[in-house]
Each structure stands twice: as C-alpha cells, then as structure tokens.
C-alpha cells in the first residue's frame, strides 16, 4: 500500500516538492488537474506536454508514483446543458491525455449535476442518471485509449442524487466496465452520519480504486487533517485490511497554507505519520 498526499500541498518547496514528500514519509501523490483557468488547459499541446514531462521526472527521480489525478471541477456546477457538458467534454479530453503524458493511470471524476444538487426523491433524479450514463460512457471511450481508469467519487451534497458511496457503487455496476471505479472520499461519506466509512469501505470493496483521505463532521465538508473530525481510523484501517487493498491511499487535506515554513513543514511530517498509523 502507497501513501499518497495532493502534490500540490508541496508547492512551497519548488523544483524540491518530490524529495520533499518522499522525505516525509509518502510514496504517491494526487494530482490536481481541477481549475480548467490554468494549467494544464491553457497553454499549447507542445508546452504542456514539456511541463507534464518534466513534473514526471521529478517525482521519478525520487521515486514517487503519480497514482491519481483530479479532473476538472467547477463550483457550482455548471452541467445544464448540452453545450457546457460538451465544454466540459472538451476539458476531460485535456485532462486524461495530461493525465497519460504523466504516467497516471487513475484519474478521478465527480458525477455530472445537469439539475443541481438537489434533485433527490424528484422527476429530475432520472434525468441526472441518464446524462451521467451517456456522458460517462463517453469519457470511458476516452481514458480506456490511454489505459486509464475513471474513477467517479462520492459527493457531499445530501439532496443528490448520485452522492452517497452506495449510489456510486450502483452506478459503476450499470456502467459495467472495468476503466469504471470508484474513488472513495472519507470525508464526503461523513456528510451522511448514518454511514460508517469503514463499512462503506468492506461493502464497496474491489471496485475502489482510489481514495480522498480527509476528515469531517456531520452534515459538513471540511477536509479536515485525519482525527480532527468524526471518523473512526481504526476501523477503516481494519476494513482496509480485510478488502486487501494495495493501491495509493491519497490525503485530500494539508495544513494551512499560512502557517511558517517551519510549523507548516512539522505538520508535514505529523502528517506522513498519521498515514503510516492509519495503514500499518
């Protein structure tokens, strides 16, 4: 099992993130390829591609997998119609093609929300399932050209539809295909208090591919540092176990980016070890 963190949380250190994060104790990254405003959407295919090559070898250099990417995502949601759904379109077409320039092989996805968020028990929750269903199908066809696998996240909006880990599960089992997984967010899954993130954990199984590690409270989405919320740790380690999971285990959270250098860099490190409890 690889302890991952997003690399981004590693900026402050430059050209020496890489070295940096296998320093304090992790093995992969998430990278982060959310906000279609900069790169990797931005610039020309040559330019971007010099980039994504060199970020590859750096992390090579020190023996740090790339293990997951983050696809576009916009708040609020901008999925109600054809055309932005074909933008969007165009965006993950960039993003799983930097995704192989990097050497990734899994790329995370939230579902598409063409009625908003709160769309749960109404008319409308069928039309969000068929449009992810066409619109997945789609984005399959393009990362199954790269050797990718999709994997589609649980949300914490409560009056979604398509949000809990369960509804995700439903949905890789209509989609059928094995570039269909799922990344599992521990800290989305506490948005829903009646949920156990480790039983979520056993019951979803083999299907997870990927995780978002962070911390909450009920009803919030905070993306708290591991035990400064509700989770149970131990029990998620001991599901993690029992389902014999050996991919990456990615934090989705870091220290507050205005802490010193120093303070900041403590945390790090507290960090890599929370991750290395959690898993041993």
């Known amino acids: 099992m690889m302890l991952g963190i997003n690399v981004g949380s590693y ?13 304090h104790g992790f093995s992969c990254v998430d990278f982060n390829m959310m906000g279609t405003d900069n790169f990797p959407y931005c610039d020309s295919l040559a330019e971007t591609e010099k980039k994504l090559t060199a970020e590859k070898e750096l992390a090579a250099t020190e023996g740090i997998e790339i293990y997951q990417v983050h696809g576009p995502w916009h708040w609020p949601p901008n999925d109600s119609t054809t055309e ?35 769309e749960r ?14 619109f997945m199908r789609r984005v399959v066809d393009v990362a199954k050209g790269y050797g990718i696998t999709v994997c589609f996240e649980n949300m914490p909006m409560r009056d979604l539809s398509i949000a809990t880990p369960y509804e995700i599960l439903d949905f890789v089992r209509l989609m059928n295909d094995d570039n269909f997984k799922i990344c599992l967010d521990t800290g989305h899954v506490v948005t829903f208090p009646e949920l156990s993130v480790g039983q979520c954990v056993r019951d979803l199984g ?3 591919r990927a995780f978002h590690i962070h911390d909450s409270f009920p009803d919030r989405d905070l993306h708290l540092l591991p035990y400064f919320g509700t989770i149970d740790w131990e029990d998620f380690s001991k599901a993690l176990k029992e389902i014999n999971f ?21 945390l790090c490190i507290s960090l890599g070890k929370i991750m290395k409890k959690i898993t041993e």
């Open 84 to 118: 932005l759904r074909n933008q969007k379109f165009e965006h993950i077409k960039r993003s799983l093609w930097a995704t192989s320039v990097l050497g990734c092989k899994n790329w995370v996805l939230h579902p598409i929300m063409p009625c908003g968020i709160s």
């Open 246 to 266: 050996n991919g990456g285990i990615c934090l989705e959270t870091a220290p507050p980016y205005k802490l010193p250098n120093d303070i900041y860099e403590e």
């Open 121 to 134: 028990g109404t008319e409308e929750a069928k039309i969000t399932l068929d449009v992810n269903l066409e």
């Open 206 to 208: 083999n299907e997870i």
């Open 11 to 23: 900026s402050r250190w430059g050209e020496k993130r890489y070295e940096k994060i296998k320093e």
